[in-house]
């Protein structure tokens, strides 16, 4: 496996797991907990749903579209246990790559807004 070809999956599959659990996060009553910033162990929970969330749609993505966004180097399994732990694996990269794209978006968000001001 082309170690580059992986990078660019990875990328590739956090910026959409970014965008899709964005998305639903603001949806009306999952707005109200995994947006709403808190303190505490409730926020701690929050946080374990939202990477969990992200996790999960990572893993989904990879499950359903392989061929569409893996590079040439990257051949995702046919067999269902051998599928499920590499988009399990791809998932958790995922996460940990959209939660760097989420802080990404929030500090460019920042900037504008402070040079917009």
């Given at each position: ?12 599959l ?46 989904v ?57």
């Amino acid at each position: 496996m082309d170690l580059s070809g992986m990078m660019t999956y990875v990328a590739a599959l956090s910026v959409s797991t970014e965008r899709i659990t964005e998305f639903i996060k603001r949806f009306p009553k999952a707005s109200d907990y995994l947006s709403t910033k808190t303190t505490g162990v409730r926020e701690d929970l929050r946080v374990i749903c939202v990477h969990l969330l992200a996790i999960v749609i990572g893993g989904v993505l990879c499950w359903f579209f392989p061929t569409q966004l893996a590079p040439t180097g990257i051949v995702i399994p046919i067999e269902f246990a051998d599928r499920f732990g590499w988009c399990l694996l791809f998932g958790v990269l995922a996460s940990g790559g959209s939660s760097f794209w989420n802080s990404a978006l929030d500090t460019f968000h920042g900037v504008k807004t402070k040079l917009g001001s």
